[in-house]
């Protein structure tokens, strides 16, 4: 399984970022996938997931109205499209794979296999 997170970079408070995961090692179209976030010292965050045929999608109350999650089952890529992005939105986002035979509605039953891509929101 290979996960490699890529689009970040710094974006001005305010703007936007679209994240990109590429998947391979595995049936992509078989798994639900979600992104989450980690800030240094801080507890990782759950943003969005999204069924493994598109769906449906759930969001996390940071970034419910603010974050869409979409995925292309035959470039075996899910994105992560934000606006208004605060400052305290800094951190590494990663995007993660469903648990064989997991609830895709759970967190907590999701597996990181990629580096995660920086974002920094500043000026």
């Known amino acids: 399984v290979q996960l490699v997170e890529s689009g970040g970079g710094l974006v001005q408070p305010g703007g936007s970022l679209r994240l990109s995961c590429a998947a391979s090692?595995?049936?992509?179209?078989?798994?639900?996938m979600l992104w989450a976030r980690q800030a240094p010292g801080k507890a990782r965050e759950w943003i969005a997931g999204i069924k493994k045929d598109g769906s449906d999608v759930w969001y996390g109350d940071s970034g419910r109205g603010r974050v869409t999650i979409s995925r292309d089952n035959d470039k075996s890529t899910v994105h992560l499209q934000m606006t208004k992005m605060a400052p305290e939105e800094t951190a590494v986002y990663y995007c993660?794979?469903?648990?064989?035979?997991?609830?895709?509605?759970?967190?907590?039953?999701?597996?990181?296999w990629g580096q995660g891509t920086q974002v920094t929101v500043g000026s």
């Open positions: 993660a794979k469903a648990k064989d035979g997991s609830n895709w509605l759970n967190p907590y039953e999701y597996e990181f």
């Open positions: 090692g595995f049936s992509f179209s078989d798994y639900a």
